[in-house]
């Protein structure tokens, strides 16, 4: 379970918090815990709401690396390696999603 902090009913706030985690599966399950309170009605835009803040860039883990896929090597699904890598490649396609979709 984790410890989805309190928005006051506010899905901007909610949807900062949730831009701005690092942890991959925190980010989930705050994302999770959110959209469950959103269907609820309990997470809403107030009329009066002032335009949200900017954010320049969502959470990432601290120890992240970025290479460009032209320094990566090229594998074949057939290898441990190219299953892995093929993991991973959807494993940062669906983090980008998430923060996509906020």
């Known amino acids: 379970m984790v410890d989805v902090p309190d928005v006051g009913g506010d899905l901007l706030r909610a949807a900062q918090q949730c831009l701005a985690e690092a942890d991959p599966l925190r980010k989930v399950a705050l994302t999770q815990a ?13 009329a009066d709401a002032p335009p949200p803040e900017p ?35 959807i494993a940062h396609i669906e983090l980008n999603a998430i923060d996509l979709a906020w």
Do not use: D, N, S
């Not at 959209?35 to 309990?42: C, E, L």
């Not at 896929?69 to 074949?76: F, T």
């Open 34 to 46: 959110y959209a469950a309170a959103f269907r609820a009605g309990r997470l809403k835009v107030a």
């Open 55 to 89: 954010i320049r860039m969502p959470g990432r883990p601290a120890r992240l690396v970025l290479v460009h896929p032209r320094e990566v090597p090229r594998r074949g699904l057939g290898g441990v390696e190219g299953r892995a890598a093929f993991i991973h490649a």
